[in-house]
């Protein structure tokens, strides 16, 4: 495996995934199969539902921009993920191998902070490598690519491990900025109350109190017109419209999005209902506000995806450019995965297709 690393061609033959993506788009768009070493944008949204995107047949969900991707693109109807959670679906993504195969078949512990779930001594005795992060003996594409001359950056969910030697910079990526677990509060930036920001190898609060889809779009148009003069890899693996890590009864486990989002869904209510859902009677979120703010954070994220779409025309480098999208895995509880049965978690095609 190491020669291929010099060997562009062939290793993006082992990462599967993205590996059939880009044949299938090169097919698609000649200018760009023609191009020595296309950029390449690999957006990834966490839990969102197979039927929640305007060109999969919703009329509720507001996604124009995703819409138009599709449009001029190629809508893979019948592409699936390794895994119907998070981790290794995304491991798989990276790597271009099966779960069973790279080692990471679980989700990611939190190894620094305690966050409040327990696990044993003997699971970390007898599975560490692969419930702390990806094995380092896997190669990541991200690797092949910087290889090959690329300027390569990650923005958003890492969720590769916490640990230094499963950081973004040291499996092949020039800069990140994101969280390194599995969820956060889309405004703290906390995981269940405990910092969970990164930049680069260090952690940090300088963005605390700003909607974190915005931090990444930020970041990602930056990176843009840094690198406009020389191939670049973006990973851009948003956490909308996951739910929130947060344990306030009034948040917890629903996604966050900003006001003026929530505004394009009146049709729902932005209220709350009494519940004994976690153990004493608390106000939580109706089922209506739950969907509404789903809804909300995917529209919000299809904004930042259309400023990125706006910047490539701009800079002349649309013709230069795969942009590839798709969820990590199906729908969570708030999401539509119609027609299709089941959900994240599941291995019925509502979990991976």
């Given amino acids: 495996m190491r020669n291929a690393l010099h060997d562009t061609t062939g290793s993006l033959r082992r990462f599967g995934a993205l590996g059939f993506a880009l044949v299938v788009v090169a097919a698609a768009v000649p200018e760009v199969a023609a191009a020595a070493r296309p950029n390449i944008i690999l957006i990834v949204s966490d839990d969102q539902g197979y039927h929640d995107l305007g060109c999969f047949g919703s ?27 998070c981790t290794p679906s995304r491991g798989s993504i990276l790597t271009g191998r099966y779960p069973q195969r ?3 078949y679980d989700m ?46 990650v923005f958003g969910k890492w969720d590769g491990g916490q640990l230094h030697r499963y950081l973004p910079l040291q499996r092949g990526f020039d800069e990140f900025y994101g969280f390194v677990n599995t969820g956060i509060d889309y405004f703290t930036h906390e995981r269940y109350g405990v910092p969970s920001m990164y930049r680069n190898n260090c952690p940090t609060t300088e963005d605390k109190g700003t909607y974190c889809t915005y931090l990444f779009q930020r970041e990602a148009l930056r990176f843009i017109r840094k690198t406009k003069d020389r191939p670049f890899f973006l990973y851009l693996p948003f956490n909308a419209p996951h739910g929130a890590s947060n344990l306030d009864p009034k ?87 119609s027609p299709l049965r089941g959900r994240k978690t599941h291995m019925f095609e509502g979990g991976i297709r």
């Avoid at 902070?113 to 419930?131: K, N």
């Fill in 59 to 85: 009329d509720e969900v507001k996604t124009p921009h995703l819409d138009r991707i599709a449009r001029e693109g190629v809508r893979c109807t019948s592409f699936y993920v390794a895994w119907p959670a």
């Fill in 102 to 104: 790279n080692g990471l």
């Fill in 108 to 153: 990611i512990r939190n190894e620094a902070p305690d966050y409040g779930h327990l696990y044993s001594p003997e699971e970390y005795q007898v599975t560490a490598e692969r419930i702390l992060g990806m094995d380092t003996r896997e190669i990541m594409i991200s690797q092949v690519l910087r290889r090959a001359g690329y300027a390569t950056a």
């Fill in 251 to 337: 948040i917890r486990g629903a996604a966050q999005a900003p006001e003026k989002y929530k505004k394009l869904y009146p049709h729902l209510k932005d209220d709350y209902v009494k519940s004994r859902r976690y153990g004493r009677a608390a106000w939580v979120p109706s089922k209506q506000k739950r969907r509404l703010e789903y809804l909300a954070a995917a529209t919000c994220m299809d904004d930042a995806i259309g400023s990125i779409l706006d910047l490539l025309d701009e800079l002349h480098l649309t013709e230069k450019t795969f942009v590839l999208f798709f969820s990590d895995n199906g729908g969570s509880g708030d999401a539509d995965n």
